[in-house]
């Protein structure tokens, strides 16, 4: 069965398209590689020893996302990922991110109304709950005002795509993901940041080889036990794997709903203070950090309640923290010995 990933060049996509092929998919990826790169497509090949299909071209070109439906008829689902994910750069370019991350999933919502496919897995994020009341967050805590443009952008595009399935008789998951870290076991695709990191984990890899000179750790006056702030970090592997699960249980009409979202996180939450902890125990190395002021839009701390995933989709994350980190920092030291990809 042919299944479609968008943004399959990307960090979350690259590992799901290798959990698809190793599950027996024929898998399609598009990509503009606006924030990826094409020799991505080989080591994928390398991984799995097939090489997918791959167009790159911009989704939210209209003409050319008619063509390509109108090319491939017999698609059996859609892994939606491509989208700008930058909160900061959404905070100084919102309608880049309107644009962008809106105009590319109502062109995938019309291609599909047009051609035979009825199947969608939406990359969500956990940032829809803002600040939840209650932990660990479920997916019917309400979702909250957006912080950001980016945030905005995955909550409407969940909205779009209920009212659209439910119009167009389609199927659709959205997942919301917590922290993805880690890389895959191979070490030949992982995150690729542009520039300078804004996430955690590659920042905490990029200090220790050197490209960086010190970690800041934003606010230690948070009300948390060590005072920095919590994440529910999640390996991607495991996410990927999350994503075969969601698009099996479309396949299979598990169920009724033409709309339905699931968390993705481990249900366990961790400071940023732990996650330097388990970074260093696992790569024994010391990291240089300081402790700064806190960034602005953070939130103080999110975990997720996973039991509905668990139960319903019959998925569980299983690396732990300490995993994770390792597999960060494999992915690092590859890198700096492969210029290839930088
Ligand atoms: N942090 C630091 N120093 C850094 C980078 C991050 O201390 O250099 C801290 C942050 O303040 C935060 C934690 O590490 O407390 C995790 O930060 P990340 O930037 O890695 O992740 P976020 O939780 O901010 O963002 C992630 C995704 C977003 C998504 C958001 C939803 O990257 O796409 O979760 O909460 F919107």
């Known amino acids: 069965m042919k299944i479609l990933v968008t943004g399959g060049a990307g960090y979350i996509g690259s590992h799901t398209v290798v959990e698809l092929q190793q599950q027996g998919f024929d898998v399609i990826i598009i990509d503009n590689l606006s924030n990826s790169r094409a020799s991505v497509i080989g080591r994928i090949a390398a991984i799995t020893g097939i090489t997918p299909e791959f167009h790159r071209f911009d989704l939210t070109n209209r003409d050319a996302c008619r063509t390509f439906f109108e090319t491939h008829p017999d698609l059996g689902g859609i892994i939606h990922f491509a989208a700008f994910k930058a909160v900061g750069e959404s905070m100084s370019t919102p309608l880049k991110y309107y644009r962008n991350n809106l105009d590319s999933l109502m062109n995938i919502l019309e291609g599909m109304k047009e051609s035979g496919c009825r199947n969608l897995v939406f990359s969500s994020s956990c940032t829809v709950y803002g600040q939840p009341d209650e932990l660990p967050v479920k997916e019917t805590s309400p979702v909250k005002e957006a912080w950001s443009p980016y945030g905005n952008t995955k909550q409407m595009s969940e909205q779009i795509i209920r009212f659209s399935a439910k119009a167009h008789n389609l199927s659709s998951i959205a997942l919301r993901y917590f922290n993805p870290i880690g890389a895959h076991e191979s070490a030949l695709i992982g995150e690729l ?14 200090t220790a080889i050197g490209i960086r000179k010190e970690l800041s750790v934003f606010g230690d006056d948070y009300n948390t036990p060590d005072g920095t702030a919590i994440r529910d970090y999640i390996h991607v592997t495991d996410l990927a794997k999350a994503h075969v699960t969601a698009i099996n249980r479309l396949i299979r009409k598990t169920s009724e709903q033409s709309f339905e979202v699931f968390n993705l996180g481990t249900g366990h939450g961790y400071s940023v203070m732990e996650a330097i902890k388990s970074f260093e125990s696992v790569s024994g190395r010391s ?7 806190r960034r602005p839009g953070d939130v103080e701390k999110v975990w997720a309640d996973t039991s509905y995933a668990n139960r319903e989709l019959g998925w569980k994350a299983e690396k732990t923290l300490d995993e994770m980190m390792a597999s960060a920092w494999k992915w690092e030291l590859a890198l700096s010995e492969n210029n290839e990809l930088h």
Not at 287 to 293: A, F, M, P, S, V
């Open 193 to 206: 940041p542009l520039g300078v990191p804004n996430n955690l984990v590659p920042f905490i890899t990029q």
């Open 287 to 293: 990291l240089n950090y300081k402790i700064c002021g």
